[in-house]
Structure formats: structure tokens, C-alpha cells
């Protein structure tokens, strides 16, 4: 997910997680829903934010795919292994309209870390077909794409995804 400030976020949820103090250090950013939004907060606040486990065990802060990238350069080091990664764009439609395009910025951080050949260990996967058309067309990505689906597919996903997508 993006961040106020345009930084990715590695973030499976649009909201900071309630394991967290996110709400206590920015209660003007909790919405009706009692969440705050990653897209309301800067990339600096989001580094205060402490999270923990379901049981309030640990301390963890998000990271950015930069961050992310290099931990996965210094494992591949560390072992001597080629590894692969599989980021989802999260919502792309939602941080669009919020002025927040990510496919761009997520070429970039790719390509920033080395990744631009098609035989790089990347797929890159969305639920929304839009993106991974953008993906595709307007910044030529050769990744591998996956169309992922879920309980509200449309019929003519599969057909879709069996022209245009890598996978499903």
C-alpha cells in the first residue's frame, strides 16, 4: 500500500493493524471506522508506530518494499541463494482515486533493486485487472502477472486472465 507521502508499504490491510499504538500517537487520524488509514500518514509517522503480535507479544514497525528489497538482497547473500518475491498491489483503484497511482512507483523500486529482466525471481500480482494492464502497457513490465481472484469473480476473469495474466 502507499503511504501520505507516496512510499510503498509492505501492508496486507489498507488500515494499521489495531495491534498497535497507531491510534494512541495520531487519535485525529482515526476514522468512523476507529482505524487509521496508511494513505493519512506520513512515512516517518508510520516508523513510530510500534505493532505487535494477537497477543501483544514482539515490537515491529512497517517497512517499506525498500527496506523489504534490501532484506531480501541480504538473505540471498547470506545464502547464496536466488530469492524470489511475489508483491500484490493492494487495492490500486482506491489509492488511484485517493491520487496515489503504485505502479509506477513499484517499477521503480524494482528496478532500483536490480529487478527488470523477465527471468528475475518476480511475479508481481493484483486483484484488479486495470493494474496489471497498466503494469503491463503503460510501464512495460515483462514480470510474470497474476490476476488473482476471489468469492466476486466475474465470468470473464478466467477468459481475461488466460489472455492477458501469466496465472490465476
Not at 530469492?83 to 493492494?90: N, Q, T
Not at 510474470?144 to 488466460?162: K, M, N, R
Request: hydrophobic fraction near 40%.
Amino acid at each position: 500500500v502507499l503511504c501520505r507521502d507516496g512510499y510503498l508499504i509492505c501492508s496486507h490491510e489498507l488500515v494499521v493493524t489495531p495491534n498497535s499504538n497507531a491510534a494512541f500517537l495520531y487519535p485525529d487520524r482515526v476514522n468512523e471506522e476507529g482505524e487509521v488509514r496508511i494513505r493519512d500518514l506520513f512515512r516517518a509517522e508510520l516508523q513510530r508506530i510500534q505493532v505487535t503480535d494477537a497477543n501483544g507479544a514482539g515490537s515491529y514497525r512497517y517497512a517499506t518494499f525498500k527496506e523489504f528489497l534490501a532484506l531480501v538482497e541480504l538473505f540471498a547473500a547470506q545464502t547464496g541463494k536466488k530469492v524470489g518475491i511475489i508483491p500484490e498491489l493492494k487495492a490500486p483503484k482506491w489509492h488511484r482515486d485517493e491520487g496515489l497511482p503504485m505502479e509506477a512507483k513499484l517499477m521503480l523500486r524494482l528496478a532500483e533493486a536490480g529487478y527488470g529482466l523477465r527471468s528475475d525471481p518476480v511475479i508481481l500480482q493484483c486483484f484488479e485487472r486495470n493494474s496489471l494492464r497498466r503494469l503491463s502497457h503503460d510501464h512495460a513490465c515483462t514480470f510474470p502477472l497474476v490476476l488473482c481472484i476471489g468469492a466476486d469473480t466475474i465470468e470473464d476473469d478466467l477468459h481475461w486472465a488466460s489472455e492477458f495474466c501469466d496465472g490465476i
